[in-house]
């Protein structure tokens, strides 16, 4: 049941609109390259023939060849509408034409402390594989049944089931909250603060690297080169991260959500980019913040700054999709 709307919400919900408009007019017009093709409407009744979660929440959901794969926080399954329940926490993937449980694709998923939560889900590009981020420390790797170490990052062969063993170099020390590939970079953001930088005949490395992160697509190898972090002046409950991450369609602007009033570049630049930052990956140079702007439309206008001090009790905007 929505919330009713306070008198705080009432007098920001035009500004809101506008701005929200702003965003998407920014995107779609990168998006929309040609004509406009009606598709066919999703069923009236949905289909009975997939598996069914059982218990928790399911978080994300990725096509990935002719797979689909389910990511969430649930512990137990039924394979089939009135058929066996099977436990499998976070993760499984059904066929998208006869709804089948892939069998072969039951990765067993471990954590230090808590439970297993798969929070993000992205195809690679080999049409076989899945990228996923969450809460996790390890997988059983159904090879030669040994658990190898994943710290929050890892990436799965659909249709065997089989840990990416090439993808081992990188990881994080708190959950994960989204990925996104662009070529043969993946995009890492969450609530993180370290890095960590694994490689054979070594002893990891730690990086001090917040909320948001690249890595090569192939090996995982951390890049320090790229490292734009939400930081925030004014005192608020709740965890700075990187909540969403994507891209326009060509690849050049990367758009991140945060909760946060800045976005620091290398630790020494700051841009006032409160909520939603825009970056020009092929900018000279390197990848850079754009002049982009939301949630802080007219400095000199408190009512219309969002994260002004004195506004929701000081806790701030979290975006929590785009």
């Excluded at 009432?10 to 809101?16: G, I, L, S, T, V």
């Excluded at 990925?179 to 002893?203: A, C, E, S």
């Excluded at 709740?238 to 959500?257: A, E, W």
Aim: with cysteine.
């Amino acid at each position: 049941m929505p919330a009713p709307i306070s008198a705080f919400s009432a007098r920001f919900a035009a500004p809101a609109i506008r701005r929200v408009a702003l965003v998407l007019a920014l995107l779609t017009t990168t998006v929309v390259t040609g004509a406009v093709v009606a598709g066919a409407l999703a069923p009236e009744n949905p289909r009975l023939d997939t598996p069914i979660v059982l218990d928790g929440e399911v978080w994300d959901v990725e096509q990935v060849g002719n797979a689909v794969v389910v990511g969430g926080n649930f512990t137990q399954i039924q394979t089939t509408r009135n058929g066996p329940t099977i436990n499998q926490a976070g993760l499984f993937a059904y066929d998208i034409d006869s709804g089948i449980l892939l069998e072969d694709f039951l990765p067993t998923l471990s954590v230090n402390n808590g439970a297993v939560e798969i929070k993000t889900l992205e195809a690679a590009a080999d049409g076989r594989s899945v990228y996923i981020g969450g809460k996790f420390t390890a997988i059983d790797d159904k090879t030669d049944d040994r658990i190898r170490i994943r710290n929050r990052i890892a990436k799965l062969d659909v249709t065997t089931g089989r840990l990416d063993r090439n993808f081992a170099r990188g990881g994080v020390d708190a959950k994960v909250l989204t990925v996104d590939l662009i070529g043969n970079q993946l995009y890492v953001g969450g609530n993180f603060n370290r890095i960590y930088d694994t490689d054979v005949g070594r002893p990891p490395v730690e990086h001090e690297h917040q909320s948001m992160a690249r890595f090569d697509a192939t090996t995982g190898a951390y890049d320090p080169t790229f490292k734009f972090e939400p930081e925030t002046s004014i005192a608020r409950t709740g965890m700075l991260g990187v909540t969403n991450i994507d891209h326009t369609p060509n690849g050049r602007y990367l758009v991140f959500t945060h909760r946060g009033e800045n976005v620091v570049v290398n630790r020494n630049q700051i841009f006032r980019r409160p909520g939603v930052a825009i970056l020009d990956l092929n900018a000279a140079g390197g990848a850079a913040v754009t002049g982009f702007q939301t949630l802080y439309p007219d400095a000199n206008d408190a009512n219309q700054d969002f994260y002004w001090s004195g506004q929701c009790g000081n806790r701030g905007i979290f975006i929590r999709d785009m």
